[in-house]
């Protein structure tokens, strides 16, 4: 299948270690919870991209999602600095991007649709309207093949995937068993299951220190931190920086929980100027937060967009890479007001007065 844009047809969770990708069913299992925590966080429906990428790696089996952990057929372009590999699709040894694992490639394909203006429509859809979906990405040119949203939808509808659109990342364990309760026989599975719903209650983990060393406590403390700080790092090392749609301004989504000066120190910019490009008050980031490595722009690079359930003027100023100031202004708010969800937000003229 043909696909435009730049797109080609075409961590991994430890419950499903023991499986392999034989079947698409397997696939649902394996990477369902992947999907929802991207709706979470870009509001695209689960269904959706576990359709496409049943459809786009066969299951799992294609070559680029097994040698590239790519499952959406994502092809280089200039701003990917990445390892890459060859691969025939609209044209003999085309460059794709290789990922470290399945997650990113998940993650990817978010920020692929989230910020291409082609599939900026796609947003004032009903997140939970897999069929409007389908259809819009058809529209939008992701695919070229006419049958492309039946296809997606098909197979949505046969494997119950709109039942992840109803779900969070808190409880996609138990969705899976819904639709899959053989695994209720499966050891590992339900060991993950139950795994999952002890993680706020169980210590970060440790190692054995003989308490000839100090405090146990104490030092069992800094093995933990040791642990994290490690992760942080090698999280932050591998930050990914893309252009935004909205004049090309650099920015990245924040992989964990970090401070300013951690992101001021990795791109050699002052604490103060990142402060006043994102237009922020505290030096505490959280993971997922958007943040420009350059000044934001005054408009936006679409004319409307619906407020979603809690977010904040600056989480769409963030969004769309438009000043603060001047998103309050064009909506004739007063700063500090936040909207209400599915409140129209204007990003490019001044809200007519009532």
Not at 21 to 34: N, R
Not at 111 to 140: E, I, M, Q, S
Not at 321 to 350: D, F, H, T
Request: proline share 4%; glycine share 6%.
């Amino acid at each position: 299948m043909r696909k435009l844009f730049g797109i080609g047809l075409v961590c991994v969770l430890g419950f499903v270690k023991a499986q392999t990708w034989k079947t698409e069913d397997q696939y649902v299992q394996k990477f369902a919870p992947y999907a929802v925590e991207e709706m979470e966080k870009y509001k695209i429906p689960a269904s959706i991209t576990l359709a496409q990428g049943l459809l786009e790696t066969g299951g799992g089996q294609s070559r680029l999602a097994q040698e590239g952990k790519n499952h959406f057929g994502i092809k280089c372009k200039e701003d990917w600095t990445g390892k890459t590999m060859k691969h025939t699709d609209d044209a003999p040894n085309e460059c794709f991007r290789v990922y470290e694992d399945p997650k990113q490639s998940y993650e990817d394909h978010s920020v692929f649709l989230a910020t291409r203006k082609y599939y900026t429509k796609l947003f004032d859809l009903n997140p939970k309207d897999y069929k409007a979906w389908a259809h819009g990405l058809k529209k939008a040119g992701y695919a070229t093949n006419p049958r492309y949203a039946y296809i997606l939808i098909d197979k949505i509808e046969k494997y119950k995937l709109y039942e992840f659109d109803n779900t969070t990342k808190d409880e996609v364990y138990y969705a899976i068993l819904k639709l899959y309760p053989n695994l209720n026989n499966d050891a590992v599975f339900m060991a993950q299951l139950g795994q999952e719903k002890q993680n706020e209650k169980v210590a970060p983990p440790t190692v054995k220190v003989p308490y000839s060393q100090g405090s146990y406590a104490k030092k069992q403390s800094e093995v933990s931190d040791i642990v994290d700080a490690n992760t942080k790092t090698a999280l932050l090392k591998n930050i990914l920086v893309k252009n935004h749609p909205n004049g090309d301004l650099k920015f990245f989504v924040m992989p964990v929980d970090a401070y300013i000066s951690d992101i001021a120190k990795k791109f050699g910019i002052s604490e103060k100027r990142l402060m006043k490009y994102n237009e922020l008050e505290d030096s505490k980031l959280a993971k997922n937060d958007i943040i420009f490595l350059e000044g934001k722009n005054s408009s936006g690079n679409k004319e409307t967009y619906k407020a979603g359930i809690g977010e904040t003027m600056h989480d769409i100023a963030q969004k769309f890479g438009i000043k603060l100031k001047k998103l309050y202004s064009k909506n004739r708010m007063e700063a500090g007001e936040e909207p209400r969800a599915g409140q129209v937000i204007y990003l490019q003229s001044k809200k007519p007065r009532a």
